[in-house]
């Protein structure tokens, strides 16, 4: 047994309140800390010493930050938090509302908004509850006709750029959307009461039972059938804030009774391929998603996309693909190997599915250019290529999906 050796404390304490208070920061803006990672961070500070703010800075670094997307937000929060005039100067001007006359909107960065939140967002809901207590103040009226409500603003925002709190709301908008489809038709005949073909078979047989006269016609229809879907996601580093949204997607497609879809399959990769289809059938969608990320080892990591559909077209393409299947590919298209293998296992995909439909984040930019080679090596395998950036953009795949005698587009607007 591991003895345990007390946490010696100055008689004034105030660093370590401090840097529980920064822990609490860092967990407000969506890092999971906890109170082991704090106690180790107190302690690794009483060993390493304050005597310079590097090494301060690495030092909890190396307590707090476990994940790549955490870095930025960590280093905004640490240099805020810690006394650095003029961040805290832009970060207020981030946050804080301000009438300039005619200003120029800023683009805030990945990450930031999540940090400014953590800090300054309980401050600034004060500053509001006590600016509308005060009385005598002159009211200040803004034609706001023209201006985009919250909603709309919220469904237009890149995923990547929002902060905590509209996540969690757009995981709620996310959570009543629809991805319908039409059943197809197939080969085998129905008998039907009235339709547009005549079944002559059996009208001549029931006309042979009154001496050959026909009285009534008998009609027959295609039997319809219901397709699956094949869910393809990539999940390496630059994909993990887009790749968790979409995800959510995929979990309300899967449960949602009367979709029409025959059967949802949901398959991640990123170094390796994981089926996680059995987890995104989990009716609680936060423990679908941390059973899926438990499955998926590689989550955040490198990217080979061409082994990953290699892995998918000869273990799982027969099981899951043929009678109409469609398959959602969800991914950048940054590939880290050479561009031969993912190209000829594109080929055999859309060989064996009946459209591949394209989610690609880096649409949101609207003078995007295919250049990369996995780009190029994908592109002509691919029915629809539609940016999957914004809960926008999920619902106009709705529009693309219910298509059924659409033969597709090749090139997406933004390229043409």
């Not at 967990?27 to 990672?37: E, L, S, T, V, Y």
């Not at 500053?127 to 706001?144: F, K, L, P, R």
């Not at 197809?184 to 029931?206: C, E, H, M």
């Not at 930019?365 to 999957?388: E, N, S, T």
Request: glycine share 6%.
């Amino acid at each position: 047994m591991v003895e345990q050796i007390p946490l010696s404390l100055p008689e004034n304490p105030q660093l370590a309140n401090n840097i529980t208070y920064f822990a609490r920061a860092l967990r407000r803006a969506g890092i999971p800390i906890g109170p082991g990672k704090v106690i180790d961070a107190i302690r690794a500070v009483e060993v390493v010493g304050f005597s310079s703010k590097d090494d301060f800075f690495w030092t909890l670094h190396a307590c707090f930050v476990r994940h790549s997307e955490h870095r930025i937000v960590y280093r905004q929060i640490f240099r805020l938090f810690w006394r650095d005039p003029r961040y805290l100067e832009h970060m207020m001007a981030v946050m804080l509302p301000s009438l300039r006359g005619v200003q120029e909107e800023k683009v805030t960065a990945s990450g930031e908004k999540r940090a400014a939140e953590a800090l300054l967002g309980s401050a600034q809901k004060n500053a509001s509850e006590s600016s509308d207590s005060n009385e005598g103040v002159s009211e200040i009226e803004i034609d706001s006709s023209l201006t985009m409500s919250s909603e709309e603003r919220l469904r237009s925002l890149d995923f990547e750029l929002m902060s905590v709190e509209e996540v969690q709301q757009a995981k709620r908008v996310i959570a009543k959307l629809q991805l319908p489809v039409e059943p197809l038709p197939t080969r085998r005949q129905a008998i039907v009461s009235k339709g547009r073909r005549v079944d002559w078979r059996q009208t001549f047989k029931n006309a042979m039972r009154s001496g050959g006269e026909i009285q009534n016609f008998n009609w027959r229809q295609p039997k319809l059938r219901w397709p699956n879907l094949v869910v393809l996601c990539d999940i390496s580093g630059s994909m993990s804030h887009y790749s968790r949204m979409i995800l959510h997607f995929v979990h309300t497609i899967a449960n949602v009774q009367g979709s029409g879809w025959a059967k949802v399959y949901a398959f991640t990769f990123g170094t390796r391929l994981t089926n996680i289809t059995r987890h995104m059938m989990h009716r609680d969608v936060d423990e679908a998603l941390a059973r899926a990320g438990a499955e998926a080892q590689d989550w955040k990591g490198g990217t080979r996309i061409g082994h990953s559909l290699k892995a998918f077209n000869q273990d799982w393409s027969r099981r899951v693909l043929g009678q109409g299947a469609s398959v959602l590919l969800i991914s950048d298209g940054l590939e880290r190997d050479e561009p031969t293998l993912l190209e000829k296992e594109m080929g055999r995909l859309r060989l064996s599915s009946r459209r591949v439909i394209w989610l690609n984040p880096l649409l949101r930019w609207r003078k995007f250019v295919p250049k990369a080679q996995g780009i190029k090596a994908m592109l002509p395998y691919v029915d629809y290529m539609k940016a999957g950036h914004s809960i926008n953009s999920l619902e106009e795949l709705a529009s693309t999906i219910s298509r059924i005698n659409d033969r597709g587009e090749r090139r997406n607007d933004n390229m043409s």
